[in-house]
């Protein structure tokens, strides 16, 4: 079974700083998928990046990057340029690779991060 | 933007009934996912359905939990007889496929309160 761990429960920023999520999973699975998924008050759970564990080269989407480290098994979530509508809950999230089946997505207890203007 | 749409937004029962909560996954995706996210706590998954059957489910998913697609459009769970720890946010998911990776997505979710 995989777990997932987010030490930071809550996280406080202000507005245009740079703030980095910590995320470690335990896994014996070579091939793997992570996530960062956001959820805002509004509950809706929206992707914000995955990884592929099999890819070397880190991830990014705009002012989203992570810092993906296989051995170690850490996958954390850098924002830049920090923004008022990035306040959320952020989960880290693993996917096993998909062997025929449709496996779930594993979920971390989450971060809420808050940016203060 | 096609999105996947759940109902109610928010269930109110007593202990001991019976719930159905509704999605409508996005139309040309064939795998489906339901989670839950009791209050302050992480979302987990109970099961995933393909081809009109359950494909993978959790330890969460017991007898009391069942699930169909009683038409083209809508997935369902039902929880049979609901207890006080039922209490959570139920969120839907579906994506195109489960081979490889494939994003899957969210719908709003249904806040259940069990009495």
């Known amino acids: 079974a995989q777990t997932v761990t987010q030490s930071q429960p809550e996280m406080s920023v202000q507005e245009a700083e740079t703030v980095t999520l910590s995320c470690t999973y335990d896994t014996s699975e070579n091939n793997y998928y992570l996530f960062w998924y956001k959820q805002p008050p509004s509950r809706q759970m929206i992707l914000v990046i995955r990884?592929?564990?099999?890819?070397?080269q880190n991830a990014t989407e705009n002012r989203f990057s992570v810092n993906f480290q296989k051995a170690a098994k850490s996958f954390s979530l850098k924002i830049s340029d920090s923004q008022l509508g990035d306040t959320a809950m952020y989960f880290c999230a693993f996917m096993k690779h998909p062997g025929g089946g449709a496996d779930g997505l594993t979920f971390g207890k989450g971060t809420h991060l808050i940016i203060q203007p | 933007e096609p999105e996947v749409t759940q109902t109610p937004s928010h269930q109110v029962t007593q202990m001991g009934q019976e719930v159905i909560l509704r999605c409508v996954p996005i139309s040309n995706h064939l795998y489906f996912y339901w989670y839950r996210q009791i209050l302050g706590q992480k979302v987990e998954f109970l099961v995933s359905f393909y081809n009109n059957e359950i494909s993978e489910k959790s330890e969460i998913f017991d007898d009391q939990f069942s699930v169909e697609r009683p038409d083209g459009s809508n997935f369902t769970l039902k929880i049979r007889s609901t207890k006080l720890e039922d209490s959570a946010m139920y969120f839907c998911a579906s994506s195109p496929r489960g081979q490889g990776y494939n994003e899957q997505f969210f719908g709003p979710g249904t806040r259940l309160t069990v009495l």
């Open positions: 990884q592929e564990a099999y890819k070397q």
